[in-house]
Every structure is written in structure tokens, then in C-alpha cells.
């Protein structure tokens, strides 16, 4: 496929899909094109206000439930609250170098949000998966390395910008640890990842407009937050491998149509990846749920 928009979306009519983080963003972009589609689409946000406001905006079958991934009673809440099948899980909602914080479960902030949040809800909603997981990650991973001793930024000097980086490389290593397992119970689900190049969104909207140099820089660069969320809906419903990763095509990946691009060697490290897994784990006390007895989707 050399161009993708989102009017090439098949027929969704009759499948779920649950979007993390769509009240705002590509998120809400392309939960709003899914829905479009025909999907029954699912809004897990943290505010339910405004993922009200955003639904408001969309037509189709649409809901909004109350998710908070900074709080694992919250993601364990929502997993046991929603026993229906599952078509495509998005896991979209993120945070983008805000100051030092905490979840509720005292991980740091990002990688807390970015990644074992939905590391938790995958896990926990992964019985009920038919057709795709599709984790959001940016090309910041390419700056970011994994402490495993020092997830959560406790020993180190908190930097923003490598705490993001971090919690975007795990979104891939944890992208092809799960499609790793995946594979090997026979599961037809598959597991991929994209990221939406510069899209134009409010992940730096605690940013200084007047002083940031990356608020400057994306918005002169940027594409749309629809053209933003087409690598997303092409990791969700394009017949590509398990393990792909979509991004934008054009230049340096920041926009264009959407196609699958390479990532870091890091992020290729599938030794990394399984020694992740099992620290996020320890970390939010979720496993692996499936077994060759209990294979999803076939």
C-alpha cells in the first residue's frame, strides 16, 4: 500500500475498539475515524468530561469510560468493568516531558503513563483481545536507553526529555516482547506500534509557548493531528506483520502518508525486551495471562 488515509478504512461495523487517551489528539482523531468506519469505538480517558466533550464531536456507536493509567486501581477497574470482546485495543495516551511527578503507585510519571499503565491494561484485557494491540511510541525512542534498576527515576537526576525517550523505547520492547508471546501460544492476535511523526497536539501544551524551542519547531513542522493518527489506524487495520512499526513516510518520519519504518537497534533487542517485561511485572504485579490452553483470537 503506498498511501493510506483515512477514507481507506474497511468497514469496522460489528468490532470494538478501545482508544486510550482519545479525548484529545491523534487519539481523538482516530477514534473519531474508526467510529466513521463503523466501530463501536471506546473512549478510556481520565476525565470523563472531556472525553463527553470529544464524543460529542464524533458520530457512530461511541462511549466513554473512566480510565486513569496513572493508577493501577483505576486500570484493574476498568478490565474488570468491561467484559465485552475486544476487537483492536489502542493504547494511545500519553505524556510528553512534563515536570518530575509520581503516579499514584509512585512510578515516575512518564514511563509510569507511557508505558506500564498500558503494560497493566494489556495484560489484564488480553483474554478478551480478538484482532490487534497497537501501542503509540514516537521517534524520540531513538534517544532513549532503559535503566532497568531505575525505571522510576529515583537514583538518577530526572531529565525530561530522557525519562520521555525512555518511556517510548519500552513501548516498542514491550510492542515486540508481547508479539513474541503472541506468537508463541498461536495466538492470531497481533501486536504493532506506530507513532505519528510532528503532529500538531496538546502533549506540550504545559510548555511555555514564548520560550520552548520544541513548541516553535513542532508547530512549524507539524502535520495535522488527523494525518498525525493515519500511522496509528494503519498499524490497527493494514495487513502487516506482527511487530510492525508505522510511521509517517516523509522526510525524517516527521509527516506523510504512513508506512512501516525502522526503529533503533535498541529497541531490537529482544534480551532487553524479555528482561523488561519481567521488571514491569514486578512493578505492577500483572502478567502474562495466556497459555496454548487459552489462546486469543483463533
Do not use: C
Amino acid at each position: 500500500m503506498t498511501t493510506f488515509n483515512a477514507a481507506q478504512l474497511p468497514a469496522m461495523t460489528g468490532r470494538t475498539v478501545v482508544v486510550t487517551g482519545a479525548n484529545s489528539g491523534i487519539g481523538r482523531a482516530a477514534a473519531h475515524a474508526l467510529a466513521a468506519a463503523g466501530a463501536r469505538v471506546v473512549l478510556a480517558v481520565r476525565d470523563l468530561a472531556k472525553g463527553q466533550a470529544a464524543a460529542a464531536t464524533m458520530a457512530g456507536d461511541v462511549e466513554v469510560r473512566r480510565l486513569d493509567l496513572a493508577d493501577l486501581a483505576s486500570i484493574r477497574a476498568f478490565a474488570e468493568d468491561f467484559t465485552d470482546p475486544i476487537d483492536v485495543l489502542i493504547n494511545n495516551a500519553g505524556l510528553m516531558v512534563p515536570p518530575l511527578g509520581r503516579t499514584k503507585d509512585g512510578f515516575e510519571l512518564q514511563i509510569g503513563t507511557n508505558h506500564l499503565g498500558h503494560f497493566a491494561l494489556t495484560n489484564l484485557l488480553l483474554p478478551r483481545i480478538r484482532e490487534r494491540v497497537v501501542t503509540v511510541s514516537s521517534s524520540g525512542h531513538r534517544a532513549g536507553t532503559i535503566d532497568l534498576d531505575d525505571l522510576n527515576w529515583e537514583r538518577r537526576r530526572y531529565r525530561a526529555f530522557p525519562a520521555y525517550a525512555q518511556s517510548k523505547l519500552a513501548n516498542l520492547l514491550f510492542t515486540a516482547e508481547l508479539q513474541r508471546r503472541l506468537a508463541d501460544v498461536d495466538s492470531s492476535v497481533r501486536a504493532t506500534a506506530a507513532h505519528p511523526g510532528l503532529a500538531a497536539t496538546n502533549l506540550l501544551d504545559h510548555l511555555d509557548d514564548r520560550r520552548s524551542v520544541l513548541r516553535r519547531f513542532t508547530n512549524r513542522l507539524s502535520q495535522s493531528e488527523a494525518d498525525g493518527a493515519l500511522p496509528t489506524l494503519y498499524a490497527a487495520v493494514a495487513d502487516v506483520p506482527g511487530g510492525s512499526y508505522a510511521g509517517p513516510g516523509g522526510f525524517l518520519q516527521g509527516r506523510g502518508a504512513p508506512k512501516l519504518v525502522s526503529r533503533s537497534r535498541t529497541a531490537r533487542n529482544s534480551t532487553l525486551a524479555r528482561r523488561l517485561w519481567t521488571r514491569s511485572e514486578e512493578l505492577t504485579g500483572v502478567t502474562y495471562p495466556l497459555a496454548r490452553t487459552n489462546v486469543t483470537g483463533t
